[in-house]
């Protein structure tokens, strides 16, 4: 097996686990208001599970100033987990990578 091989396996073995989401602690609602979007903002974001991370392709349905709720497809399965707002950046245009949480400073900066 070569190494994409191997590679590409292990990516598929650790989505069979469930990702590691924030705690209710972290994401702290109380101190930081949460907003949503429907539809969701196409992003990509950095799912953490056990003994790896994987970069997904998915939606911001739900964001903070510090975290943001994710969407994707996981081998069929839809799934939701909250990661902080670094591990995610819009998809929309490559051109320009711009993490969720400065997109949400700046609106409230504009609002």
Do not use: Y
Not at 22 to 51: C, M, Y
Request: net charge positive.
């Amino acid at each position: 097996m070569n190494q994409n091989a191997a590679e590409r396996l292990a990516s598929r073995l650790v989505r069979r686990a469930e990702p590691i989401g924030l705690t209710p602690e972290e994401l702290d609602f109380e101190h930081n208001p949460v907003t949503t979007s429907v539809p969701g903002v196409p992003v990509w974001a950095w799912i953490r599970f056990p003994g790896a991370a994987e970069r997904v392709k998915g939606e911001a349905c739900s964001w903070s100033s510090r975290a943001v709720q994710v969407l994707w497809e996981d081998a069929g399965l839809r799934r939701a987990t909250w990661v902080w707002a670094s591990a995610v950046t819009r998809r929309e245009n490559n051109s320009r990578k711009q993490a969720l949480g400065d997109r949400t400073a700046r609106d409230r900066m504009q609002g």
